[in-house]
């Protein structure tokens, strides 16, 4: 039925819904929450997702995804339908899990493809991100996450990303799901020196300046804040240098949050490191002061 979108459309719901467990503590019967980068609630392996992988639902949905680049409601649900198979079939911790060992790379790619595609539909661009993030966000059976990364990368996912957050900047659920997305991916050097190259620390201010005042838009700073976190967990100069930029708006956004404890934690282990950091080569003559580009002192 490649010709039927109602058809497809209803398939993808379905294998997406199947996916998904049903106990209310864990979904709160909201298919869509299993994407989110919440952690307020059970992660558990379900069989139905094993089941639905080993039957070739994921390469299926990839199909219908190639096959209708046009049809964004079509696009939405099948997206949709790949995070929830991602997030509960590849991200089990079972070791009798029979999901593939293989990284999906016509699935990633496919996922890609309709953010950077339908760059003006923010429902699009959450769903996609959520997805790649059911990916990324831990261990892929035997396989590294390292390596989806790379392979999120390769594809064209930080660029699209990107793209999309500059595109809806005072969309909180683009902005949180797109930084959420990119924390997951910051942990590679590779993936951080990304995020640089291509203004990510100018796309991280505006979602903060953007949603600094709004307290229902607060995961969006918690998100930014935790990106910033793993940008910083590195030797690599110029990366914290470019991070510098980012602390008026972690202050900002302490001050205006100050009972959002997860907030001004990472905050406060943000401004340790940055603290700690080595001032440099001993032979600089410098007086110690490790400069960036602008002239500011980091510490």
């Known amino acids: 039925y490649m010709d039927n979108p109602n058809v497809l459309r209803l398939a993808c719901m379905t294998l997406g ?40 639902g994921v390469d299926a949905i990839t199909s219908v995804i190639v096959q209708n680049f046009e049809d964004p409601s079509l696009q939405k649900e099948a997206v949709v339908a790949l995070g929830c198979i991602w997030y509960y079939c590849y991200q089990s911790s079972s070791t009798t899990s029979t999901a593939s060992s293989s990284i999906p790379y016509d699935g990633i790619q496919a996922v890609v493809e309709v953010s950077q595609r339908h760059q003006s539909l923010p429902d699009i661009q959450r769903v996609t991100y959520q997805s790649l993030t059911s990916l990324c966000c831990q261990q892929f059976n035997n396989i590294s996450n390292h390596k989806l990364k790379v392979s999120i990368l390769q594809a064209g996912g930080i660029d699209s990303i990107l793209c999309g957050m500059r595109n ?9 799901s797109g930084l959420s997305l990119l924390s997951h991916l910051s942990t590679m050097d590779t993936c951080r020196l990304a995020i640089l190259s291509s203004g990510g620390i ?7 300046r953007h949603h600094l005042h709004n307290q229902a838009s607060v995961a969006v700073m918690e998100n930014m804040v935790r990106l910033v976190h793993n940008m910083v967990c590195t030797s690599n100069r110029d990366t914290l240098s470019a991070v510098f930029h980012t602390l008026p708006s972690l202050v900002d956004g302490m001050v205006e949050h100050p009972n959002t404890l997860r907030l001004v934690e990472e905050c406060c282990v943000i401004f340790g490191v940055l603290a700690a950091a080595d001032d440099g080569d001993n032979d600089n003559n410098d007086g110690g002061n490790d400069k960036n580009n602008d002239g500011h002192n980091i510490k």
């Open 202 to 208: 100018d796309v991280m201010i505006d979602a903060g």
């Open 17 to 56: 819904n199947l996916s998904v467990p049903s106990r209310s503590d864990d979904v709160s019967n909201d298919r869509h929450r299993c994407r989110n980068n919440n952690n307020n609630y059970t992660r558990i392996s379900n069989d139905n997702a094993n089941a639905v992988e080993q039957a070739g």
């Open 168 to 176: 809806h900047p005072t969309s909180p659920h683009v902005q949180s």
